[in-house]
């Protein structure tokens, strides 16, 4: 049996809104990377999400919503700042931390007094949303969707990276949904709006300096516990990641530890040459194009099979702060 037998594998939004109404599973495209969603008001189907992702009951799933209105149905005392965030982002790869309310039950939020929730701009994740405030008549109905991947692995940006990482752990009755590859390429940025102000929790395309800029207040960065995307150990390939300078690609024997393996691969933008031996992963143009392609790179490298993937990380702006991010998680190795 190939792969793709396993699973159902549609185009059509609708055809996943009937699978989340019956209490299945639906991969989704968003513009950042691929959920697996499932209702997020039905206790068995969120903890199949769980299962699937072999992910600890305990991490918290981020809620994704059709629009701001359904905010309120979710969220309980929502700071002034929040709301200027989601009203001016939304749809958008920006998720909020808010005060829940009795809709967001422990088996999402993983007991936290907190949800997080999302509105994307991806417009076929729009249309299974829509699809699905029809058929249930709610329009506050919720998809808890965390990234399609196995606890701890890479996040998915194609229906093909869904497919090979958890074709065996679906159900018959469950669908990938088919939405092309996304246009961010990294998860979305999450802003913890508990407190008097906002605080950065993962960085994305949506920069700290634009949350800051959009509400007039400072937003450092903060820490949770139990958020699986802020581990120091993360996002990881079978590969071992190692950020390195472009001054040590000079030539082979300038490269650091790891370059003794027999098949190396080389993460960096366009500019930097590749040095002989070494197969080139990916020469993006542009931060965003780093982001984008940054995860398919990782996934080619284990399907190469090489052993090290050595990367040159971007400047840190804009979405840059949060490439950096991934590759050291990606490269944390205790
Ligand atoms: O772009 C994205 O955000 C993707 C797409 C599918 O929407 N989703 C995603 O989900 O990355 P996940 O579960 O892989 O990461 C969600 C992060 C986790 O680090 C989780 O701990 C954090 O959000 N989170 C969820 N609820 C939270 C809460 N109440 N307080 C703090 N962090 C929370
Ligand atoms: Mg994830």
Redesign the pocket.
């Known amino acids: 049996m190939r792969l793709d037998d396993r699973v159902r594998l549609t185009t059509d939004p609708r055809e996943a809104a009937v699978a989340l109404l019956d209490g299945h599973l639906a991969a989704l495209p968003?513009e950042?990377?691929?959920?697996l969603g499932a209702r997020a008001d039905l206790a068995a189907a969120v903890a199949q999400v769980y299962s699937v992702k072999g992910r600890p009951a305990d991490?918290?799933?981020?809620v994704?919503i059709a629009g701001t209105n359904a905010l309120e149905a979710w969220g309980a005392s929502i700071p002034r700042y929040a709301r200027t965030l989601a009203d001016s982002t939304w749809p958008g790869?920006l998720?909020l931390?808010v005060n829940r309310t009795s809709a967001a039950q422990d088996f999402v939020?993983g007991g936290?007094n907190?949800?997080?929730l999302?509105v994307?701009a991806h417009p076929i994740m729009s249309s299974v949303l829509a699809h699905l405030v029809k058929l249930t008549g709610n329009d506050s109905i919720g998809i808890a969707?965390?990234?399609a991947n196995r606890f701890g692995r890479v996040?998915p940006t194609s229906a093909s990276h869904v497919v090979s990482e958890l074709a065996h752990f679906l159900s018959h009755d469950d669908v990938v949904l088919d939405g092309g590859e996304c246009g961010v390429g990294l998860?979305?940025t999450?802003i913890?709006c508990t407190g008097a102000h906002p605080r950065l929790?993962?960085p994305g395309a949506i920069t700290a300096d634009d949350v800051e800029r959009l509400t007039g207040l400072e937003c450092p960065a903060g820490s949770?516990v139990?958020?699986?995307?802020?581990l120091a150990r993360h996002y990881q390939p079978a590969a071992t990641v190692r950020i390195v300078q472009a001054a040590d690609l000079r030539d082979r024997r300038s490269l650091p530890p790891g370059a003794e393996a027999p098949a190396v691969g080389l993460l960096a933008m366009a500019g930097i040459a590749t040095p002989a031996g070494v197969v080139r992963l990916a020469a993006p143009h542009s931060a965003d194009e780093y982001a984008r392609v940054l995860y398919a790179a990782l996934r080619e490298a284990d399907a190469l099979r090489l052993e090290t993937i050595f990367a040159v990380a971007p400047e840190p702006a804009g979405i840059g702060a949060a490439v950096i991010d991934r590759l050291t998680r990606a490269a944390h190795n205790s």
């Open positions: 968003t950042t990377v691929y959920g991490h918290p799933l981020i994704h790869p998720t931390v939020t936290q907190s949800v997080a999302r994307s969707a965390p990234s996040s998860e979305s999450i913890d929790l993962r949770i139990r958020a699986s995307g802020t």
